[in-house]
Structures are given as structure tokens and as C-alpha cells.
T-cell receptor, first 115, second 113 residues
């Protein structure tokens, strides 16, 4: 079974600053995918970024990047140049690759961007 | 293109009634998933479809819950004899063949009085 742990229930960051959201995972499988989703107050889950377990480079998507440390089983999300619109819940999730299997989610981190 | 759509967006029902929740996946996506999000339980997987078959129903909490998918497209989640603990947001997601990334709809907020 897979497990995702997000230890930061809430975070604050000032506009234009960078912020790191932590995520650790546990699995005995070697082939897996790691995801981050954003859920604003409207409720929709928005896919942000993906990292495969065999990817050697850290994934980046615009202002989002991952600090993937496979040996530590962590995949922290870095948001650079925070904007007010980044205020939302952020969920880390994982799935086993190639099996079209379910996502296992963490409990989420609520990020508040301040002026 | 159009994203995943779900209807209704909100549903209020009385305890004991049956409800049907609908999901329209992104066109061409072969895999479809249902999840439930509630305050106490977080995000929980319910069921997964590949085409019209459901290889994984392990998350359905009881036999009051069932789901079907027709034509490899639209899916309906049915909850019979609703209970107050069924109150949650029900999220649907789809993914194209060859990728693990799931794209979510806006959800249906179910309130059981």
C-alpha cells in the first residue's frame, strides 16, 4: 500500500516570495508517479506537476518545481514568485505507474499568500 | 477542449433517498475514477473504470454504492438509501491511455439531511 504524508497543515508566504510545501511518501514499489494538485476555494482539483520515479531530472512547470529526493522518499513542491492567486489547498498524491491505478492523497497543505 | 464535467453541482437529499451523480470525462479518455472528499476522511478513492469495466471497486464503502459507465464515456455513481455520513464532495477524474495523470471535474457536493 502507498502512503503520502504532508506535515504542514497551513503555510503563509508573502507575495513574490518562494515557498516549499513538503511531501513524503511510502511505497515498496519501484515504479510510481508523484503528483501535486491545487484546490482553490472553488473546489476543483487542478493538476500542477508530475514526477516519475525513474525521472532523473526534477520536474518543472512554470513557477512550479519539484525537489525530488528518491532516497529520502520526498517530493517537495516549490512555488516561486508567489501570487495572491496561489492561495489554495495543495495535495500531494501518488500512483503506481502503468496500471492506471488510483491516486493516494495526502491530507493537504493550505497555503495563504499575503501582501 | 472541454474538461471533465459533473452534474449536479449540488444535491440536497433526505436520508433514505437514492441519488445519482453523473460524470462526463474528457473526450477520448479511457480511464475514469470516482473519489470522495469529506472533512473527516480526506480524499478517498471509490472506483476505477477502464472502458466500461471496473477493475477496481475496492473503495466503494458499502453495497449501497454502485457505479456504471456506458459507451466508454459517461459514468453514473448511484447511492441508495443515503445516510448522513454520505455527505461529501464526489469528484470524478479521467485520464488518457498511456498516462497516469488524472484530470478532475468540479465535483458534486452531496448533502444528506
Amino acid at each position: 500500500a502507498q502512503k503520502i504524508t504532508q506535515t504542514q497543515p497551513g503555510m503563509f508566504v508573502q507575495e513574490k516570495e518562494a515557498v516549499t510545501l513538503d511531501c513524503t511518501y511510502d511505497t515498496s514499489d519501484q515504479s510510481y508517479g508523484l503528483f501535486w494538485y491545487k484546490q482553490p476555494s472553488s473546489g476543483e482539483m487542478i493538476f500542477l506537476i508530475y514526477q516519475g520515479s525513474y525521472d532523473e531530472q526534477n520536474a518543472t512547470e512554470g513557477r512550479y518545481s519539484l525537489n525530488f529526493q528518491k532516497a529520502r522518499k520526498s517530493t517537495n513542491l516549490v512555488i516561486s514568485a508567489s501570487q495572491l492567486g496561489d492561495s489554495a489547498m495543495y495535495f500531494c498524491a501518488m500512483t503506481l505507474t502503468g496500471t492506471a491505478s488510483k491516486l493516494t492523497f495526502g491530507t493537504g497543505t493550505r497555503l495563504q499568500v499575503t501582501l | 477542449g472541454a474538461g471533465v464535467s459533473q452534474s449536479p453541482s449540488n444535491k440536497v437529499t433526505e436520508k433514505g433517498k437514492d441519488v445519482e451523480l453523473r460524470c462526463d470525462p474528457i473526450s477520448g479518455h479511457t480511464a475514469l475514477y470516482w473519489y470522495r472528499q469529506s472533512l473527516g476522511q480526506g480524499l478517498e478513492f471509490l472506483i476505477y473504470f477502464q472502458g466500461n469495466s471496473a477493475p477496481d471497486k475496492s473503495g466503494l464503502p458499502s453495497d449501497r454504492f454502485s457505479a456504471e459507465r456506458t459507451g466508454g464515456s459517461v459514468s453514473t455513481l448511484t447511492i441508495q438509501r443515503t445516510q448522513q455520513e454520505d455527505s461529501a464532495v464526489y469528484l470524478c477524474a479521467s485520464s488518457p491511455q498511456g498516462t497516469d495523470t488524472q484530470y478532475f471535474g468540479p465535483g458534486t457536493r452531496l448533502t444528506v439531511l
